[in-house]
């Protein structure tokens, strides 16, 4: 089945840097590519996907990039701010949604 | 709130006797998730269901079951709980297997 690795675990910037979150998954077949954010005590939401015809998506300060043939993505957010704290999850779907085990991103003021 | 409630929020159960978590949506979606969530581990599926009376095993399965006989509900049931059982449950539900999961706020069960 597949697997979802993340890294880093934890992850600490100043306000104002760049965040990179890396995710590689094993299932070639996996098409689908959320990542969600997790504040404390709250439910997970999504806040950008990409898929599998497509190699880069942006929103604003977020970017996700993909690279099928490595089996690698990543989450890029620039030019951080505090409210930006919080668990952060990857996942691959093909027919189900495989997440990984999350990053931990702290936003010093 | 998001079309989807799941209860009860919280829950202390004893070791060995059965426990049953319970997913409501409004927004007619096919698929049904079940995960739990656990420090380290992120979030696991248990089971899923992709149309009424339709569901399968996630990565996490062992000790659980589910039902799904409306499209709007979907249950877990814990037949004999355990401690080791004890985590956040949340669900999830979506239009199809390439679009977002919209959660629930999530049942944060013990197993006393």
């Known amino acids: 089945g597949e697997n979802v690795e993340q890294h880093p675990s934890t992850l600490s910037v100043q306000e104002g840097d760049s965040a990179v979150i890396k995710c590689t998954y094993s299932?070639?077949?996996?098409?689908?590519f959320p990542w969600y954010k997790q504040e404390l005590g709250k439910r997970p939401q999504l806040i950008i996907d990409i898929r599998s015809n497509v190699g880069e998506k942006k929103d604003q300060r977020i970017a996700v990039t993909l690279n099928k043939t490595a089996k690698h993505f990543s989450l890029h957010i620039t030019e951080t701010q505090p409210e930006d704290s919080a668990v952060y999850f990857c996942?691959?779907?093909?027919?189900?949604?495989?997440f990984g085990p999350g990053t931990s991103l702290s936003v010093i003021p | 709130d998001a079309g989807i409630t799941q209860s009860p929020r919280h829950k202390v159960t004893e070791t060995g006797t059965p426990v049953t978590l319970r997913c409501h949506q409004t927004e007619n979606h096919r698929y049904m998730y079940w995960y739990r969530q656990d420090p380290g581990h992120g979030l696991r599926l248990i089971h899923y269901s992709y149309g009424v009376k339709d569901t399968d095993k996630g990565e996490v399965s062992d000790g659980y079951s589910v039902s799904r006989s409306k499209t709007e509900d979907f249950l877990l049931t814990l037949e004999s709980a355990t401690s080791s059982q004890t985590s956040v449950y949340f669900c999830a539900i979506s239009e199809s297997t390439r679009y977002g999961y919209t959660f629930g706020s999530g049942t944060r069960l013990t197993v006393v």
């Open positions: 996942a691959a779907s093909y027919d189900k949604v495989i």
């Open positions: 299932d070639s077949a996996s098409n689908y």
